[in-house]
């Protein structure tokens, strides 16, 4: 059987690890022979994308909101040439609005959730419109397809922009948060303790994919892909004293929870070679917090913040303007926040009211077009508080208030507008 992976293009780059490791399990369950593509359209034209995929029998994409109009064009092409080609739609746009995705002609079936077990059966024969995905549980006996996915392309591109041979590593599944604004909980479900809980990798199992990864790619930094990184003291404290153990030097950066953190667990971080945390901070207004259902204080966000300067930990700081009852006086308050904890990398957006968020309504968004909007700018969100207008008015304050730190987004934002 035939099979190509396609992710579709997107300004900003990253490498399919999804489908890394659905090309991996199946690889490894599918008693068939396979023969499987990967084409992604920041590298890969389209021709050259319809060329191999109108030789498929399965066509299947991996989709963001902003990228699944390109994906239905490319799909709709590949059928027009060969109508036989099933095309299987994936990720967090198509597992978010499934019917909505089935109403393009081009579109065959809808996977929702995670892809593993969901693509499998797609393989084995399921024609269902519909699919839903099964928790992964196979996490620590596979690493995903680095090869199939082309991981040295993205390696290389960071090489080419930024000096540094980077690429991200997934350690858990499931976010024990569920934000207002974050759509995270529509591919591996809400936390529950029995019902759904954490799936956190084996750290010598995932030091193991770190090392291999490495030495293939000549990394010298590596990150984690994970919205919450530091889910518990314990997972933290293991993995670095199994770094330090098998004496792994490479220097990486993740994603924490304030509220999570503890100094213990940002000395453990540091004595593994943990250069940066990534804080979600959000807002400086402990009302917008609770909106957000952050689960977190503003105090909390100050002593990170604090802890993580005396440990010798840089400190990025990402905020979030346009929640429906944040005021004047609520940005004055993040304004000032960003002030006193001093981010080392500073980055504000705008909510985005993806499909899959709580913001979304489907009788008024339904025909937006996601592919001129992301979390640094749309040109659809507004409160009663603020146009549209006037939050990316702003924004442009506060960039060009801590431009000396902003986060590489942010700086390409502002040289856009400044230019």
Not at 38 to 45: E, H, L, P
Not at 253 to 259: L, R, T, W
Request: charged share 25%.
């Amino acid at each position: 059987m035939r099979v190509t992976f396609v992710q579709p293009r997107y300004f900003n780059i990253w490498e399919a690890l999804s489908l890394g490791y659905i090309a991996a399990y199946v690889k490894k369950k599918f008693p068939g022979k396979l023969e499987m593509n990967f084409f992604q359209g920041y590298f890969d034209d389209d021709q050259t994308i319809i060329e191999s995929a109108k030789k498929s029998d399965i066509v299947a994409f991996s989709c963001t909101s902003p990228v699944f109009k390109s994906a239905v064009n490319l799909a709709t092409q590949i059928k027009v040439i060969n109508p036989g080609v099933r095309t299987v739609f994936g990720g967090f746009h198509p597992s978010a609005v499934p019917e909505d995705c089935l109403k393009e002609d081009a579109v065959d079936q809808v996977i929702i959730g995670e892809g593993e077990l969901a693509f499998l059966k797609v393989l084995s024969g399921d024609i269902n419109s519909i699919i839903y995905g099964e928790p992964f549980v196979d996490f620590n006996e596979i690493f995903p397809d680095r090869n199939l996915i082309k991981n040295k392309r993205t390696i290389d591109l960071c090489d080419k922009m930024i000096k540094q041979r980077i690429t991200s590593f997934q350690s858990v599944r499931v976010c024990p948060f569920n934000c207002a604004f974050c759509s995270e909980r529509i591919i591996t479900g809400s936390h529950h303790r029995k019902k759904n809980p954490l799936r956190v990798r084996d750290p010598k199992h995932l030091l193991e994919e770190i090392k291999w990864t490495a030495k293939e790619y000549s990394l010298n930094y590596f990150k984690f892909v994970d919205a919450t990184w530091n889910t518990s003291t314990e997972k933290v404290i293991d993995f670095c004293e199994e770094k330090i153990r098998q004496n792994i030097k490479l220097p990486w950066d993740a994603n924490v929870h304030a509220s999570f953190v503890n100094k213990e667990m940002l000395k453990a971080m540091k004595a593994a070679n943990c250069k940066l945390i990534n804080v979600g901070c959000e807002s400086g207004s402990q009302k917008i917090l609770g909106d957000i259902r952050k689960g977190l204080t503003v105090e909390k966000i100050k002593k990170v913040f604090k802890w993580g300067r005396n440990i010798g930990i840089e400190r990025r700081g990402f905020f979030l303007m346009g929640m429906p009852n944040e005021t004047e006086e609520d940005l004055k308050l993040t304004e000032n926040l960003v002030k006193e904890i001093e981010p080392d990398i500073f980055g504000i957006t705008i909510l985005c009211p993806y499909p899959g968020s709580d913001f979304y309504d489907p009788e008024t968004m339904r025909d937006y077009d996601w592919a001129i909007a992301d979390e640094y700018s749309n040109p659809y969100w507004q409160t009663d508080h603020f146009s549209n207008s006037q939050l990316k008015s702003k924004q442009k304050y506060l960039t060009d208030k801590f431009a000396s730190n902003l986060s590489w987004h942010n700086r390409l934002l502002k040289d856009n507008c400044d230019h």
